[in-house]
């Protein structure tokens, strides 16, 4: 009698916790680091500007996202995309540092607070190539290599791994933190390349003349960028 009692506690226990789960969202604890790589430059030429969303959603979800080409969710105004709300980042040749959707965050609660069943990410980049063509692929979308989606752990022993994902020419690729952190870009040539600043000085707090051979040894001088403060007086 005793050992029924106390099953019936473990039941009732995994039963409120179950509970629990499903009123305030998914449980799971995860991190989603997203990263550019160099294989952008090498597919499009160029390092381009595109979004990435982060979105949960429900099976029927999932389904309803699958006849959607990139294209269509990511048009301005949609409809579909607002539904979602998600979490979007951008990304530049400006702004090529990787981006973590992080577990524990406000937009994270968020997300999680809807209890999704999956993870969805969606790249607004064009397929390049044959990628883009063949009857199959066209007739196909849930093909489409610019979605990714994660079927999100909900078991209570189950494992909650973080998710390293790589926005490659290919489309989303899974792969590991340091694959996917040997392939990030290098910032843009342009940032590496000479400033050009002016020298703008000023009698020093002494108030004595220059010493003669040595113009700037009173002066207190610092660098500027042209153009961002008006010229000297006379």
Known sequence: MKSCTHYGAVLLLAGSLLGCSSEQGTSASFDVS?????DLAKTYGHYPTFETDVLGARQEEVIRLSKYSPEKYFESGSSLRQYFDPV??????RNLRKRTFRAGTPEYRKLMGRSPEYLVVLVNLPLMGDQDSGDEKQSDDKLDPRKFVYKIPTGFFDDNPDLYLKIAGAGIVRTTEEDAENDLPEAPETAKEPRSMELRCVPGKTGKPPKPGDPLGNMECREVVPGTEPPDRP
Do not use: L, M, Q
Not at 34 to 38: D, G, L, N, V
Not at 88 to 93: A, E, G, V
């Open 88 to 93: 979007t980042y951008r990304f530049s040749d």
């Open 34 to 38: 997203i990263y550019p790589s160099k």
